[in-house]
């Protein structure tokens, strides 16, 4: 039984980040939160302790595999952060494993099994 | 002497032996010796002089002509003879030399009758001299002679047809003599300096001659005696005539000893102009003319080296030319009385001298074209020893980083920069150890400016020669258009950036959205078919925005009302959408695709421009065809002070239009409105 439920959903598209919360919920997981940006994002983690970081790549404001550096690198209990794009994984090379990431979701195969598949 | 001469001289003696002889033994001869002495001095004058012409090969007719007159003369020695038919032979044939000597007269010097006049002359002479006494002898008994034998071949004794006769005979003289007369003085007058040289001798012995015989004529009636001295001089003056013709002749012959000084005149000319006058003094034709063959522009070419028609020189006038090793090397013009074989010799006498000069006219001409063409050239030529000397330079001093007094004699260290000076005399170096062409571009400051050029440098013997043109303007526009490409380029980047990042943003976030939504209501469907109609409702909206959003996009890239309906309709969906009222004038006609292209673009940016920054109430579009141009302009009342030079968007107009030939010009002065007008070839 995978314990990792508490999920933080990033992503500046507010339509996606409301059909992954459905998606997730419909699946077991607990959606704690949504952040639309990066900054949003490191401060909620902060807040709301979540297990998972659903983060997209490109933000506004950061650059998702920068935000994800940061998340896994601060003191403290660490999330662990699963990226999402709209586009192929390999578009990014070693980008994915050089963030600390647990690992890469393309957004249109997010589904509950597909994280579940990813934490392990 | 030739075989003729030899006839000539053994007729000569016979006829001499008969006439003495006639002479001598003649009872009706008063004066034997004088008749003898006066036809043997006169008929071998004659005949001595038509031998040696005889032995000319350019005078054998004239020396027939010398000869029969001779030869002949000794026919009216048959009238010394006792017996009455020879006698009367005699009176019938001794005019006969007179007309070969008119006939010798009227063909000086050139041995043929010129005209159709001296034809008739000649012809009628010779029809009176042989016809008349004829006529004489068969209606008039001799008169005046009472010791002589009687006509044996009278037919008619009427002194009335004797008097008819000789009247119709002397009007035919008269006719004869004036006709003679008259082509001679034309003849002298129309006669060059050589000619009359040659003609003097003979009009003034026979005038003597004439004027002797009338004056004698008229003495006799006088005085006998003075007649008698008269008639004396009379055979010289006549013996004098036909010597008079051999001088003409001659006078060719012993110009020839000229030739050997002309050879040695001629190695020692030093220019065309002293070659000319020689060959002017060895002919004795101050009017001769010299032209030289340039056979690799198949043209002749005077001493001065200017272009001659050879064809319409020699109107009226003998062409010689002048051959060397058997080519064609040069031409003399000269009068046409000139003696062929003297102008012969002096054709092979001078055709050294005349092939060296023809090989320095030729040299000349080549030298003149080379010159013509590097004045055509507008480069700078300079020419430098290996050293960096300026030894010499050819180009305008306004190019020049000193003046060109200054510029000779100095080093390339001396004047230029040192970095570009180095440059310089390694392309030297290399030019002249390897005789390629080095090449290299520089750049110097003249006037405060900052100008390039390319130098080219070419081995010319010891010394280097330089090309150097002046590549500023070309470097310019190089630069220029390589800007343009890069702009262009860049431009290309920037708006696939922005499609990806549209496409990404928008309609790839729909449909992601989508695929997930679609996915949960399918999840949802039996355990919660409320939840998921409202997703699928969600997703057919998102569907819709997508579509949209993509729609926007296509029309972004090209829109296809522009390809399908022109741009008449393309400018009235952008004015449609545009926030300001915008008024289109198009012509109806469609123009090239390209320029329709970049003419709806030109004016989708200026509206975008409109819309962001102009302030404006009202816009106005128009697009005419003007002299073979596209004419499109956009002007707007609003706040104007548009800087093209700032922002992507004017510039990147500016090079699409370049790209076209065209030409775009902006005038936004502050407060006034922006008017944008972009022109582009369009035939």
């Known amino acids: ?120 | 002497m030739k075989r003729t001469g030899w006839a000539v001289v053994g007729c000569g003696i016979l006829f001499s032996a008969i006439g003495l002889a006639l002479v001598f033994t003649s009872d009706h001869e008063s004066t034997p010796a004088f008749t003898a002495a006066a036809n043997l001095v006169v008929a071998w004058s004659f005949i001595g002089c038509g031998v040696v012409a005889l032995s000319r090969a350019s005078d054998t007719h004239f020396g027939f002509l010398m000869s029969a007159v001779g030869l002949t003369w000794f026919l009216a020695a048959l009238s010394e003879s006792n017996n009455g038919l020879v006698y009367s032979i005699g009176n019938v044939l001794w005019a006969i030399p007179l007309a070969f000597f008119i006939h010798a007269l009227l063909s000086f010097p050139r041995g043929y009758l010129e005209t159709k006049l001296v034809y008739v002359t000649v012809a009628t002479a010779y029809v009176i001299l042989a016809v008349g006494p004829v006529l004489f002898q068969l209606f008039g008994e001799n008169t005046g002679c009472s010791d002589c034998p009687a006509n044996e071949l009278i037919v008619v004794d009427s002194p009335n047809a004797v008097d008819f006769v000789g009247l119709i005979f002397i009007l035919l003289g008269l006719f004869v003599c004036a006709a003679t007369i008259w082509v001679l003085v034309r003849r002298w007058r129309a006669a060059s300096a050589p000619l009359r040289r040659v003609l003097a001798p003979v009009f003034a012995t026979s005038a003597i001659a004439i004027g002797v015989f009338l004056l004698a004529a008229f003495v006799s009636a006088a005085s006998q005696t003075v007649a008698n001295v008269l008639f004396w001089l009379l055979l010289f003056a006549v013996g004098s005539v036909p010597i008079a013709f051999l001088m003409g002749l001659l006078r060719t012959r012993l110009a020839r000893a000229s030739v050997a000084n002309l050879v040695l005149e001629l190695g020692a000319a030093r220019d065309p102009e002293s070659t000319l006058s020689a060959l002017r003094g060895a002919l004795g034709d101050p009017s001769l003319g010299l032209a030289y063959w340039l056979p690799d522009r198949s043209r002749w070419v005077d001493v001065s080296g200017w272009e001659l028609d050879l064809e319409a020189e020699s109107q009226g006038r003998r062409t010689t030319l002048v051959e060397h090793d058997g080519a064609v090397v040069a031409a003399f013009i000269h009068d046409s009385s000139l003696d062929a074989e003297l102008a012969g010799a002096v054709s092979a006498a001078a055709s050294l001298s005349l092939a060296r000069e023809q090989s320095i006219q030729v040299v000349r001409q080549s030298e003149s074209r080379y010159r013509a063409l590097l004045n055509a050239i507008p480069d700078l030529m300079f020419r430098m020893s290996r050293d960096g000397t300026y030894l010499d330079f050819k180009g305008d001093r306004a190019d020049l980083a000193v003046p060109p007094e200054e510029l000779i004699g100095s080093n390339a260290r001396d004047i230029l920069p040192a970095e570009v000076a180095e440059r310089l005399l390694r392309g030297i170096g290399q030019a002249l150890d390897t005789g390629d062409v080095a090449t290299g571009d520089y750049e110097l400051t003249l006037d405060g400016v900052q100008r390039t050029f390319e130098a080219r440098i070419v081995r010319d013997g010891e010394e280097a020669v330089l090309i150097v043109r002046d590549i500023s303007e070309r470097k310019q526009q190089e630069g220029e258009l390589r800007s343009s490409r890069v702009r262009l380029v860049r431009a290309g980047d920037e708006a696939r950036r922005r499609l990806e990042r549209n496409l990404h943003d928008g309609a790839q976030q729909r449909l992601v959205s989508l695929s997930l939504a679609l996915r949960l209501a399918h999840a949802r469907l039996r355990d919660a078919p409320e939840e998921a109609e409202r997703l699928l409702a969600g997703a057919s909206e998102e569907l819709a925005q997508a579509l949209e959003e993509l729609r926007e996009l296509a029309r972004g890239i090209h829109p296809a009302v522009l390809s399908e309906r022109g741009l008449s309709a393309a400018l009235e969906a952008l004015a449609g959408r545009a926030p300001v009222p915008v008024g289109v004038t198009v012509p109806p006609d469609r123009l090239p695709p390209a320029v329709e292209a970049a003419a709806y673009y030109v004016i989708s940016e200026a509206l975008a421009n409109v819309a962001k920054y102009a302030e404006a109430s009202a816009v106005e579009i128009s697009v005419t065809r003007q002299n073979g141009r596209a004419v499109i302009e956009v002007a707007d009342d609003g706040v104007g002070g548009a800087d093209p030079t700032r922002g992507s968007g004017l510039s990147g107009l500016v090079d699409r239009v370049e790209a076209l030939d065209g030409v775009l010009k902006v005038e936004s002065e502050p407060g006034a409105g922006t008017r944008i007008r972009a022109e582009f070839p369009c035939e």
Do not use: C, W, Y
């Open chain 1, 1 to 120: 039984m995978n314990t990792l439920t508490r999920v933080l959903i990033v992503d500046d598209h507010p339509s996606f980040r409301a059909t992954a919360r459905a998606l997730l919920q419909a699946e077991g997981f607990e959606v704690v939160g949504e952040a639309e940006n990066g900054v949003s994002a490191l401060q909620q983690a902060k807040e709301l302790h979540p297990d998972v970081v659903l983060l997209d790549v490109q933000l506004p404001d950061f650059d998702g595999f920068e935000v994800a550096t940061r998340l896994t690198s601060q003191n403290g209990a660490q999330p662990v952060v699963v990226l999402t794009s709209s586009r192929d994984g390999s578009d990014f090379g070693p980008l994915v494993a050089q963030s600390g990431a647990r690992g890469f979701i393309a957004k249109g195969e997010l589904s509950g099994a597909a994280l579940k598949a990813v934490l392990g």
